[in-house]
T-cell receptor, first 116, second 111 residues
Framework: NAGVTQTPKFQVLKTGQSMTLQCAQDMNHEYMSWYRQDPGMGLRLIHYSVGAGITDQGEVPNGYNVSRSTTEDFPLRLLSAAPSQTSVYFC???????????????FGPGTRLTVL | RKEVEQDPGPFNVPEGATVAFNCTYSNSASQSFFWYRQDCRKEPKLLMSVYSSGNEDGRFTAQLNRASQYISLLIRDSKLSDSATYLCVVPEMDSSYKLIFGSGTRLLVRP
């Protein structure tokens, strides 16, 4: 049971390049999400998905696309990288909520992205 | 008011000390709360969940004050290994699976 895995661990891009950050989980979690973490700002939600075929925007979605074709995978695409997208990106997953309570989110190890 | 607010610290304490962090939240309808721990350059990991008035796990105690809308985390007998950033996490207003993370409180435990 690998939990949540992310690739790559590190990436350097030039402005304007595109790339896909990979995220996979083997816990059969319905809910998956992408966050970015910048110094002093905490984790901010980029996009999330409550199940295969369903995605929605979070707090900071501009410049990013996602898709959820399977329960296991939730890739994040940077369409045209900008220096403002330099950050640490975390993918997380959890069981879908039951009435009145939240579930623990499990995080991947993160991808450190630098855009020059 | 930010949805989740924390004192960024750092809190610098000697080994064996007791230290407490507070976190205030704006969503009065929230039913569950979390404290996550994040080590330097690592992913956040769940430390404690709080579903009612409080929760205790060994040296760690989380308490919830719904009237004042704050959550506290108390660490007793601090260890060097407790040095980390502690994130307060609260569900978003209209969705309990979308979580709002505080920016974290940094703890440094010195020998």
């Amino acid at each position: 049971n690998a939990g949540v895995t992310q690739t790559p661990k590190f990436q350097v891009l030039k402005t304007g390049q595109s790339m896909t950050l990979q995220c996979a989980q083997d816990m059969n979690h319905e809910y998956m999400s992408w966050y970015r973490q910048d110094p002093g700002m905490g984790l901010r939600l980029i996009h999330y998905s409550v199940g295969a075929g369903i995605t929605d925007q979070g707090e900071v979605p501009n410049g990013y696309n996602v898709s959820r074709s399977t329960t296991e995978d939730f890739p994040l695409r940077l369409l045209s990288a900008a220096p403002s997208q330099t950050s640490v990106y975390f993918c997380a997953s959890s069981y879908r909520r039951s009435s009145g309570s939240s579930h623990e989110q499990f995080f991947g190890p993160g991808t450190r992205l630098t855009v020059l | 008011r930010k949805e989740v607010e924390q004192d960024p610290g750092p809190f610098n304490v000697p080994e064996g000390a007791t230290v407490a962090f507070n976190c205030t939240y704006s969503n009065s309808a929230s039913q569950s709360f979390f404290w996550y721990r994040q080590d330097c350059r690592k992913e956040p990991k769940l430390l404690m969940s709080v579903y009612s008035s409080g929760n205790e796990d060994g040296r760690f105690t989380a308490q919830l004050n719904r009237a004042s809308q704050y959550i506290s985390l108390l660490i007793r007998d601090s260890k060097l290994s407790d040095s980390a950033t502690y994130l307060c996490v609260v569900p978003e207003m209209d969705s309990s699976y979308k979580l709002i993370f505080g920016s974290g409180t940094r703890l440094l435990v010195r020998p």
